[in-house]
């Protein structure tokens, strides 16, 4: 188990020293060092060497999510405090970046417990609780490419964590084109380089999307590459990805092929898109027939509406009466805002963050942020 230095960032000076007398002769921990001023705090723990953290949220104050957003892109080792451990704490400390929550006044055996466990992670196998979301429609045109770009976008602003946005679509990809990027790598080299064990190429392979946490990992420069890439080099490329992204959102043919289903069955969730007329709705509902016939959990699938109007002839209702699924997401009709986003190569909230999809996209992206998180804190409850 490496050594660790432990950051306690806490308001209350008799609470920081508590925490220091129970931890500070533990054989991992190096030096414990006790900040106040959770700013100060910060600068020093992005630069040490394998921090960990205990951050009190007891007392709300301005610039506190900004910390514990920065905190979290430096290390995953997190564990938050509160002397309040409601359900919405809890779930609040989950969205700051907690990997554990413990109500004060904290016990000795329950901190202890905690900080063996999280120093015992190796870099390498620190993101545990990784999400691979995947934008899926069994029809071409549905927009599930802007759908991919957007969410991942905005899922990178929201949880401020990293997020792996992967065009799985091998033959006709184009996310670099949505959003102007000429990435020197690709998914067909990246795959290459796993396969020979080459796992720090994974992170070289992508190519980050101006300042947001957002990394972009093209599809094949060529088509006949495509044509080599087989159902286990999958499976090797999200298992490496994993191991380093938070949330991967993933874009994919339409096509129901051996590749298709590796990735369909690898997601966690899926979002499946559809528009509002007879035929979308129809092949919606024969794909989701074949996932019911793959024994996919109910919330694997989620139901996304694409293009809506408040006036459509077809309701919300009758699509969920005829699919037997509830909608998850509607996504308005905005088609100028669309392409202007597209011909300029940026993402919608680029174009008009406050536009009527704009607004969507971001409430989207917090939507599935929070439902993630709201699957984990059952495990947290007290």
Do not use: H
């Not at 770009?149 to 964590?161: G, H, I, S, W």
């Not at 999307?209 to 093209?218: I, Q």
């Not at 998850?328 to 009709?333: D, R, V």
């Amino acid at each position: 188990m490496q050594n660790s230095t432990v950051f306690v960032l806490d308001k209350n000076e008799n609470s920081r020293e508590i925490i220091k007398s129970f931890i500070e002769n533990l054989d991992f921990v190096s030096e414990v060092k006790l900040y106040g001023d959770y700013n100060k705090g910060y600068e020093d723990i992005k630069l040490a060497e394998n921090p960990l953290v205990i951050l009190d949220i007891s007392e709300d104050f301005a610039g506190l999510d900004e910390i514990a957003g920065k905190l979290k892109l430096v290390t995953s080792k997190i564990i938050i405090t509160s002397v309040n451990y409601s359900t919405n704490t809890i779930i609040k400390a989950l969205r700051l970046g907690a990997k554990e929550f413990l109500p004060k006044p904290v016990l000795r055996e329950d901190l202890v417990r905690v900080l063996s466990m999280l120093a015992s992670i190796s870099p390498e196998n620190e993101v545990s609780q990784s999400k691979i979301i995947t934008v899926y429609s069994n029809k071409g045109g549905i927009g599930k490419t802007t759908i991919a770009v957007n969410l991942a976008a905005e899922l990178a602003k929201v949880t401020k964590d990293k997020v792996a946005l992967v065009d799985l679509n091998l033959q006709l990809g184009d996310i670099s084109t949505f959003l102007n990027l000429n990435p020197p790598f690709d998914v067909n080299y990246v795959i290459r380089r796993l396969i020979d064990k080459e796992e720090n190429i994974l992170i070289k392979g992508f190519e980050k999307y101006k300042d947001l946490s957002l990394y972009v990992l093209s599809d094949p420069s060529y088509i006949e590459q495509s044509e080599s890439i087989t159902t286990q080099q999958i499976t090797t490329l999200f298992s490496a990805l994993k191991k380093v992204f938070p949330y991967i959102v993933v874009d994919m043919s339409s096509n129901i092929d051996p590749i298709s289903l590796k990735i369909l069955d690898s997601s966690d969730w899926i979002m499946f898109t559809t528009i509002v007329n007879i035929p979308a709705i129809r092949n919606a509902q024969r794909c989701l027939n074949l996932f019911r016939s793959r024994k996919y959990p109910s919330n694997k699938v989620k139901i996304v509406i694409n293009r809506y109007m408040e006036n459509d002839e077809i309701k919300i209702e009758d699509i969920e009466n005829t699919l037997g699924e509830s909608v998850y997401w509607k996504i308005p009709n905005n088609y100028f805002t669309i392409m202007e986003a597209i011909n300029k190569g940026v993402s919608i909230s680029e174009v008009n963050a406050e536009s009527n999809i704009g607004n969507s996209f971001r409430d989207f992206a917090a939507k599935v942020s929070d439902d993630i998180i709201e699957q984990s804190v059952v495990q947290y409850r007290v």
